[in-house]
């Protein structure tokens, strides 16, 4: 493999590994803070001791999060300096951002809330719990901006060859990114219920009487969360989809293995064959009369471009070959290949959806069983919970995984309508480094991660299994106040 493969292989999986904690942090810090919101307004124990478990779990996840976020920013100069020199005066400003508003706000609410139990106002405290929250909402939103920039470049002129920004509300404001943003959290709060679903039945379903109103009351708002949550992610992915026929077209055709222009297009519910080649020869496809155009552009009729037109289309607006630069190393001058990987992008985008279906389904079915006060005897159920946990998961990063590969061969992909010379080749974003060197980067760093995915796997289920108990001390009492010694065992 060469430097470029294992730059983005190094890239893929730390990103992917990083986001599998992102997500359920920023859900569960929400949740929290509304059952928090229960506790004071009604002062009853239920929604304290449901706050301090579920809190604890949120801040072990936090903690590997910020543990394997930096690794994030230290990848740019690692491996992608060239890219790194591109976007810098782009993404100087939301990168700071989050860095100086969203990350500054997390961290000392969080210390505020994490210390403050005996020693602040209720009130007080749970104002922290909020403010927490609600910069976790931030920092993804200007993540996000930058990455949707990524996307969709705007706010910014060519000046000698790179991109200098003019206008950070347009970056903050792009269209890509007020799509995204909502797609996201949408995602994160179908992780939060599926989390509050899977571990609330477990425990439901083992009949312990003291906390039985924890567990019944966590896990019907996980499932209802988690519903609201999956129809959130059809309707803001219906937006992102419109998007992307006008701003990528070339990922849509790729999403469905469009290799011909439809009109009307039909969508691809499931593919036989083999999807890596552009011609689709050998592709038979079950698929829904005229969907995919009405997907497109809100109706039945629209022409959906494919994979050889808009070749042709790339080939004139962006050259045919990479130009002769040692830097490029192997592709120096040789044919640029604007078609993503196939196959991954195919079943990458249906894995999404299928997932997230998923995970809404498990959710549906434990908040039937468990009605009207039930209490299921049947041994599949919680097993059933406890593995839908994982869907979520799964949904969120092949999601990222698509929306990622499909942009390929660029790493910033070019506006249509946008500034010309405002795009870039991910071949020319690699950093000037051997192979050897980037392979035991990756080796080190996934070996890293590993131990860390055990310690986190090892927590989690530690605290999980041990309920309430491991959270609370021996006693508490519905009029707690501060002073009262009911701080978190940490």
Excluded at 51 to 64: R, S
Aim: proline letters at 5%; hydrophobic letters at 50%.
């Amino acid at each position: 493999m060469d430097v470029l493969d294992l730059a983005r292989w190094q890239f893929g999986i730390t990103t992917v590994y990083h986001f599998l904690m992102v997500p359920l942090t920023i859900g569960l810090a929400v949740l929290v803070a509304g059952m928090q919101t229960a506790w004071v307004r009604t002062g009853d124990v239920k929604y304290l001791r449901m706050t301090k478990f579920w809190g604890k779990l949120m801040l072990v996840n936090f903690a590997m999060g910020v543990v394997t976020g930096i690794v994030q920013e230290f990848q740019f100069g690692m491996s992608w300096s060239e890219y790194s020199r591109f976007v810098g005066d782009v993404f100087g400003a939301p990168l700071a951002m989050e860095g100086l508003v969203a990350f500054f706000v997390e961290s000392t609410f969080l210390g505020l809330w994490i210390f403050g139990w005996d020693r602040l106002s209720k009130r007080v405290h749970l104002a922290c719990a909020w403010a927490f929250s609600l910069a976790t909402i931030a920092s993804a939103y200007f993540i996000l901006a930058a990455n949707s920039w990524m996307q969709h470049p705007v706010g910014v002129e060519l000046v000698d060859g790179r991109p200098r920004l003019t206008s950070i509300w347009a970056v903050l404001g792009n269209n890509t990114a007020l799509t995204a943003v909502p797609h996201a959290i949408a995602g994160c709060f179908a992780v939060a219920g599926a989390f509050l679903v899977g571990i609330g039945t477990w425990h439901l379903c083992r009949r312990e009487p003291e906390d039985q109103p924890v567990w019944r009351a966590s896990v019907k708002l996980g499932g209802v969360v988690g519903l609201v949550a999956f129809a959130a992610l059809a309707l803001s992915g219906d937006a992102q989809g419109k998007l992307m026929f006008e701003q990528q077209p070339m990922k849509m055709a790729a999403a469905e293995a469009l290799c011909h222009t439809e009109q009307p297009a039909s969508f691809s519910v499931f593919a036989v064959g083999d999807v890596s080649r552009p011609d689709c020869e050998s592709v038979k496809s079950i698929t829904v009369p005229a969907l995919l155009s009405f997907l497109a552009h809100n109706d039945f009729t629209t022409e959906v471009r494919g994979i050889d037109q808009l070749v042709a289309e790339y080939q004139r607006a962006y050259g045919t070959n990479y130009p002769v630069d040692e830097r490029l190393g192997e592709l120096s001058g040789k044919p640029v290949d604007y078609v993503p990987n196939l196959p991954v992008t195919y079943w990458a985008f249906r894995f999404m959806i299928g997932f997230g279906a998923l995970s809404a389904l498990t959710g549906a079915a434990v908040l039937w069983f468990t009605r009207k006060g039930r209490t299921p005897r049947s041994k599949w159920l919680p097993r059933l919970a406890l593995a839908g946990i994982a869907t979520p998961f799964v949904g969120n990063s092949f999601g990222w995984i698509f929306t990622e590969m499909g942009r390929q061969p660029f790493v910033v992909a070019p506006n249509p309508s946008g500034v010309d010379g405002v795009w870039l080749f991910t071949a020319r974003g690699v950093s000037g480094v051997t192979a050897g060197e980037v392979l035991t980067s990756l080796i080190a760093l996934t070996t890293v991660y590993a131990v860390l995915a055990g310690v986190e796997f090892y927590l989690i289920r530690r605290y999980a299994r041990a309920g309430v108990a491991g959270v609370m001390p021996p006693k508490d009492t519905d009029d707690t106040e501060p002073g009262d010694k009911l701080a978190f065992a940490y």
